[in-house]
């Protein structure tokens, strides 16, 4: 079946270093987003990117999807400890269920 | 905060008990889902409504697994004789429209479930 994976699993970074992880999906995408779930909370939208070769930017954050619409790329530029918590891709599993796959999440940790 | 609710937040029960949890969407978003998540792994789809019909349960949706949305407003979901493998975050999100290009969906806080 449809398959979402995410690398790395696990992030630890200094308070000022980037930060990127990276998400492949098994079969091609009409849309991929990304969630933020903090410790102890819940997934929270970030984004959605719709278009091939679409890049959106929030802040710090930068959003990539891929040509083929088959992977996508989160990065944060100059990590902030408010940047902790499990980031999770999603892509829908078929465009009338608006059901979502997610990948596994990678979890950021940022030292001070 | 999300306009999602649902309850409780917690729930501890012990293995054979049957138990009941809410989840209240935003009120103009037809579409609601449910989603189990583990430790260190990603939400897991398990059913959704489009208003009060259930249209997809997941193939993790065992028998002792059921969903409501009478009215097509909150629902529930019971599991009965809970098993110890139950025990995650139950997490209810909900979606407004039909179209696969808005696809973002909004999420509760969650009910934790801990089955000793």
């Known amino acids: 079946g449809q398959q979402v994976m995410q690398i790395p699993q696990y992030q630890h970074v200094q308070e000022g270093e980037d930060f990127t992880t990276y998400c492949n999906s098994s079969?091609?995408?009409?849309?991929i987003q990304w969630y933020k779930q903090r410790p102890g909370g819940h997934p929270v939208f970030l984004i959605q990117?719709?278009?091939?070769?679409e890049v959106k930017k929030q802040k710090r954050l930068t959003f990539q999807f891929g040509e083929a619409k088959k992977n996508s790329s989160l990065h944060i530029t100059a990590t902030q400890t408010t940047d902790v918590g499990t980031y999770f891709c999603?892509?829908?599993?078929?465009?009338?269920?608006?059901?979502?796959?997610f990948g596994q999440g990678t979890t950021l940790q940022v030292k001070p | 905060d999300t306009g999602v609710s649902q309850d409780p937040r917690h729930k501890i029960t012990k293995r054979g008990q049957n138990v009941t949890f809410r989840c209240d969407p935003i009120?103009?978003?037809?579409?609601l889902y449910w989603y189990r998540q583990t430790l260190g792994q990603g939400p897991e789809f398990l059913t959704y409504?489009?208003?009060?019909?259930?249209?997809?349960k997941s193939r993790l949706l065992s028998d002792r697994f059921s969903a409501e949305r009478p009215k097509g407003s909150f629902s529930t979901l019971e599991i009965q004789r809970t098993e110890q493998g139950d025990s995650a975050m139950y997490l209810c999100?909900?979606?407004?429209?039909?179209?696969?290009?808005?696809?973002?969906?909004?999420f509760g806080p969650g009910t934790r479930l801990t089955v000793l």
């Open positions: 999100a909900s979606k407004h429209g039909t179209s696969g290009r808005t696809d973002t969906q909004y």
């Open positions: 079969t091609t995408l009409s849309n």
């Open positions: 990117l719709v278009k091939s070769g």
């Open positions: 999603a892509g829908p599993r078929s465009s009338n269920t608006g059901k979502l796959i």
């Open positions: 009120s103009e978003h037809n579409r």
């Open positions: 409504f489009q208003n009060e019909a259930q249209l997809e």
